[in-house]
């Protein structure tokens, strides 16, 4: 069955340093999505991209979270400078269909920042 | 194995009993609404959905509710099951132009033996 892939599982840096996760999709999914999750909460979602183009990212924090998907297929999801705050599970979805409830989750990258 | 939660609701059911699993929701403008799975360690898991015209949709063991009167959705397990032991979060949908899926807060669902 294919499954959205999602490295590195876990990461531990320091404050002030930079990070970065990467996302494959499933093939043939054009939407793709990452949420943060704190432990405890439901995924909040930072940016969902359209194929290349970003179709949401009014949560991200731009001065200092990025996210890119320059050939429409995998994403790099960058933290930098890193802050304490930012320890959560990263997780990454795509899904078929652009307004569907209907996503498929990678197991997450744990990041803790100390 | 990773906990998802260590502060969130939790039902506590003995295996073979039927469980419910409540979520209140506060926006009228939402239309779709969806349920999910999340077992230690792993990624939220699709269960089942269900759009506003509806007020009752059935899977397999599973059935979602919905009351738009008093904006009340919950999701029934028939014969829960040791494996359906994980965190279960409703989201939903709102209706205007960013069709963004909104995670609820979650329900940590434990199956005594």
């Known amino acids: 069955e294919a499954e959205v892939a999602q490295s590195p599982r876990y990461k531990i840096t320091e404050k002030s340093q930079a990070v970065a996760f990467w996302c494959d999709p499933i093939?043939?999914?054009?939407?793709l999505y990452w949420y943060r999750q704190i432990l405890g909460q439901g995924p909040e979602l930072l940016v969902q991209?359209?194929?290349?183009?970003?179709?949401?990212d009014s949560q991200l924090p731009k001065d200092r979270f990025s996210a890119e998907r320059l050939k429409g297929v995998d994403s790099t999801l960058k933290i930098q400078p890193a802050e304490l705050g930012d320890s959560a599970m990263y997780l990454c979805?795509?899904?078929?269909?652009?307004?569907?409830?209907?996503?498929?989750f990678g197991e997450g990258s744990r990041l803790t920042v100390l | 194995g990773e906990s998802v939660g260590l502060h969130l609701p939790t039902l506590s059911v003995q295996e073979g009993d039927n469980s419910i699993i409540n979520c209140a929701y506060s926006?009228?403008?939402?239309?779709?609404f969806i349920w999910y799975k999340q077992e230690s360690g792993k990624g939220p898991q699709f269960i089942i959905d269900?759009?506003?015209?509806?007020d009752k949709r059935q899977g397999q063991r599973v059935t979602v509710l919905l009351n738009k009167t008093v904006k009340h959705l919950s999701l029934q397990i028939a014969a829960t099951q040791p494996g359906d032991s994980a965190v279960y979060f409703c989201?939903?949908?709102?209706?205007?132009?960013?069709?963004?899926?909104?995670f609820g807060s979650g329900t940590r669902l434990l199956v005594r033996p």
């Open positions: 093939s043939g999914h054009a939407t």
């Open positions: 926006n009228s403008a939402s239309d779709y």
């Open positions: 979805a795509s899904s078929l269909l652009a307004n569907t409830g209907e996503l498929f």
């Open positions: 991209f359209q194929d290349e183009s970003v179709v949401d």
């Open positions: 269900i759009r506003s015209n509806m």
């Open positions: 989201a939903e949908i709102l209706m205007d132009s960013s069709y963004k899926l909104i």
